[in-house]
């Protein structure tokens, strides 16, 4: 008879409750340091991961139900972006957010794909790496605009409009790696579907979903399981993540418009403080899973950090300029922090390195290379942004 | 190219994504019917469990990341059972809710062994069996005590309190008979830090957390981390959960006692409308989970059923009289509302024969035909409940 642990089914529970309290403590503990700083919540967040995963301490590791925290810290943070956003004032920075979208991946991918051959890559490694850099992260730079009080903005707006395009193009692109790296070559045929679902996707449910609770906000509240709209909302939220996820499209799509939807009930509910809880349960995750899936390891050696810096710097240069080009037009302060704003890459340029690494065409050092770009942009982005739009520390 | 699925880590999280909201889904449209035809809601949660589960429809299966959300959903419903309760309301029924929960595991767990040794199975399986019969679901009893607002009165606390005890005492009967299982015997020594421990451990959070969380209720809001004391609140939860698990007793023990620390803070702080939307969230998935668990296949014939008749007869009748006999001396509705509250299991019976079939000793039937007599049991409760509570319907 073993003391501390007497029986195996218990055992899998109480590792995996350690792990999240671990998690979410170390997560908050960071996040304290960091604001004491005077800098933002998620960079603690992240580094905190850093040290708890497998890179410093070891304490937790990568594993599917972490995975899954961190996705649903992901989700409920663009579901809190959603209803923090109105259908109408996104389509006020419709064309701007496509065009500047489009730019911003046209660039960073060319680049990216260029480096990549330069280098001596594979046609498929090299393709990911321009799909990875192309991904702005909805996830890091919405959380970055929260937390300075920018969210509300037109360019605000405009980043989460491009940010958005982004994801869906470079996730277009991944498709076309994977067909080139699996069979070889790509029918134009079902790519046209894949582009046609995902739009058909997005228009159906920001203008269609958007409309009809406009019109019947008491769908939320007519359901007698819950005495408050929360539940019905979330419901909502994980259908339409779990549907866009579905079709190939990244799941916060899904939870974005999910938000956008149930924001259209603003005036009948207060439909914020009752998601508030869950959006600060679950995003530390997501944060904190950053840090846990860098591999310090694999950057450890000289080539290693040299192909980190190289990467970094077209993942600056090429986002800036894109976003800079598309942004022309707009007041100055504005344009400024579009291009700063669309820099930091995150969950989407990870999940596409990690599907390159599944087809075996991102090896072990590409993909800490990968998620150490996403971690330094992301570092930079708060302190970056805020100077773009002149905020007062 | 597949179109539908094009890359691999995106299909995980697709996959889970569709089966949570499938669950929470199914658990709210069982809710809602069971409300409308005058049921609570969790009957139509554990049934919506069943139908979408392996043993109907098939939709989902049992997983890690299923059992993880269903043990969130009872340790956050037992949190929530323990902000709904002082420490002072707690020591007012301990004597009584001891000897209840005492004689509560006495009778069923000598009836369990008895039928198990009658039917001719090993010693090892009748003590799973009786260790099974013994434990009160804490989670079932008080949803239902909640669904009926009868949580605060006397007769439900010294339920809570008793079925505290049985947990404890039917997780050191499970130690025991792993003992036997594995090496042929228990080092009584062991055997009693294991039960020192437990003790040690609930007096020290009960007694001591309290006391420290009355005297100081502003160690809740003074991180920066938090807005509100929403997060210190769950990081004490998850971390007594964690830590009641790592000791070997169940973690909704720790999520109890943690809902009793920061219940002492209640006259500070709106604790409870925080924590309100992580239980209207969890909780469902625990409810579905049981019904998943459910294998109506292996139920599908004579002697199975037989014999779940006559376990859930065993069930009923043992721990109606052994609590009976305990809540002698208190009011006559009280008593009434004692025995029948004690009789529902849940959770920790079915943590039990799981424990018992990973060590070998409890087989597929055996396994349904606990989970059976849970669902049984439980399905029985609320109509029990108002009966002898003379609740209005």
């Not at 707006?157 to 699996?182: E, F, P, Y």
């Not at 508030?276 to 944060?287: H, K, N």
Request: with cysteine.
């Amino acid at each position: 008879m073993t003391i501390a642990l007497p029986w195996a089914a218990a055992a899998g529970v109480a590792g995996v409750l350690t792990d999240l309290f671990v998690v979410l403590l170390a997560a908050k503990l960071g996040d304290e340091l960091s604001k004491r700083l005077g800098q933002p919540g998620l960079v603690g967040e992240i580094l905190a991961g850093v040290i708890v995963g497998p890179s410093l301490l070891g304490i937790v590791e990568v594993g599917e139900v972490l995975e899954v925290f961190a996705e649903l810290g992901v989700v409920f943070l663009l579901f809190w972006v959603g209803l923090e956003t109105r259908i109408s004032e996104m389509r006020e920075v419709g064309r701007r957010a496509l065009s500047v979208g489009v730019a911003g991946v046209i660039l960073p991918f060319t680049g990216g794909v260029a480096f990549g051959l330069a280098i001596g890559e594979s046609a498929a490694t090299s393709v990911f790496l321009g799909a990875a850099l192309a991904a702005t992260s909805v996830g890091v730079t919405s959380a970055v605009l929260l937390e300075l009080d920018m969210i509300r903005g037109v360019a605000a707006r405009t980043v989460l409009g491009a940010a958005i395009v982004d994801d869906i193009l470079a996730l277009i692109l991944v498709a076309v790696a994977t067909g080139i790296a699996a069979e070889g070559g790509v029918d134009p045929l079902e790519l046209g579907v894949v582009i046609t679902l995902a739009f058909a996707f997005l228009a159906f449910f920001a203008l269609g979903g958007t409309a009809v609770m406009a019109k019947r906000p008491q769908l939320l509240t007519e359901p007698r399981f819950s005495e408050s709209p929360l539940l019905p909302a979330v419901l909502i939220c994980l259908g339409l993540a779990a549907l866009a996820a579905q079709i190939g499209l990244a799941a916060i799509i899904g939870a974005f418009l999910a938000g956008l939807i149930v924001a259209e009930t603003k005036e009948q509910h207060p439909i914020e403080d009752e998601v508030a809880p869950l959006y600060a349960f679950f995003p530390p995750f997501f944060f904190a899973f950053i840090g846990i899936e860098l591999d310090l390891g694999a950057l450890a050696d000289g080539g290693a950090l040299l192909l980190l810096g190289a990467v970094t710097a077209i993942a600056v240069v090429t986002k800036l300029a894109g976003a800079a080009l598309a942004a022309r037009g707009m007041k100055r302060e504005d344009a400024r922090v579009v291009a700063v704003g669309m820099v930091p890459r995150g969950e989407v340029g990870i999940i596409i390195a990690s599907i390159g690494a599944a087809a075996g065409v991102i090896d072990a050092e590409f993909f800490a290379v990968i998620v150490g770009m996403s971690i330094l942009t992301t570092l930079a982005a708060p302190a970056a942004l805020r100077r773009a739009g002149q905020v007062p520390p």
